[in-house]
């Protein structure tokens, strides 16, 4: 049975569309809830209590933070070499700020969820940042799921679509939230972008490469050529010109 659900969470709203003959969707949506809390709690900047907020006051260290912390930090890291420093969460105001990578973490971490209860064909959208597995069933024919990329300048005019089977896709811009994304080289408003969205195998690195693109723009499409990112694409509209680009799209 094909089942929908909304959290509200980290100031916006989860939406979750799962299906599985053997899917225990109470299960699934009350483990998730706990997790999402959980995100709140150890990466939250708004709460001063968060691991986070701990992290930034210099109260506590990375190294003895919790489990989760100390992942997406290793994983953070790992993002900053690829990028050439273009995604850098140390760099940011106020200290170590994960917030462009725990979103699609945590859209994996819910899709692994959802899949343990039996779900077989899963979306998870996280603020934009979509883990997708199994694609989904149209009255029995297994399609990917079809996503599509919106005209940052007229959000309901979709300008590109991605099909996915099993992956994930995480959108940066400035066009919803303003101009939010800081370029870690110089300290000042990032310009290299309008809106960038990647396609991969992971969510969390789907979202750092994106905020990252914002960053460096044209730049960015030499990391691409690295082996690690062989199986990553991206489409991105440049921040002057109403044009666009892709990279292993």
């Excluded at 049975?1 to 969470?9: E, F, K, L, P, S």
């Excluded at 730049?219 to 082996?227: I, M, R």
Aim: charged share 20%.
């Amino acid at each position: 049975m094909r089942q929908r659900h909304t959290i509200d969470a980290w100031g916006t709203k989860l939406y979750f569309d799962c299906e599985g003959a053997e899917f225990d969707s109470v299960a699934a949506f009350a483990e998730i809830t706990s997790f999402v809390g959980l995100v709140d709690d150890l990466f939250s900047t708004y709460k001063a209590t968060s691991a986070v907020s701990q992290i930034r006051a210099g109260l506590l260290d990375i190294s003895s933070a919790p489990a989760d912390v100390i992942e997406v930090a290793n994983l953070c890291a790992v993002a900053r070499e690829l990028t050439n420093g273009a995604f850098d969460p140390w760099s940011v105001p106020g200290g170590f700020d994960p917030s462009g990578y725990v979103k699609g973490w945590a859209a994996d971490k819910c899709a692994d969820i959802a899949q343990e209860h039996g779900a077989q064909h899963v979306q998870v959208n996280c603020a934009g940042d979509l883990a997708l597995r199994g694609g989904f069933n149209d009255a029995g024919v297994i399609k990917p799921w079809s996503i599509g990329i919106s005209n940052p300048d007229n959000t309901k005019e979709v300008v590109h679509v991605v099909e996915v089977f099993d992956g994930a896709i995480a959108t940066s811009g400035d066009y919803e939230r303003g101009a939010h994304i800081h370029d870690p080289h110089t300290g000042l408003i990032a310009i290299g972008a309008r809106s960038a969205s990647v396609i991969g195998p992971d969510a969390g690195l789907c979202d750092a490469l994106a905020t990252a693109l914002m960053v460096a723009g044209k730049d960015g499409a030499k990391w691409f050529g690295l082996p690690e990112l062989a199986s990553y694409s991206a489409w991105v509209v440049n921040r002057n010109e109403n044009t666009a680009w892709s990279v292993n799209d």
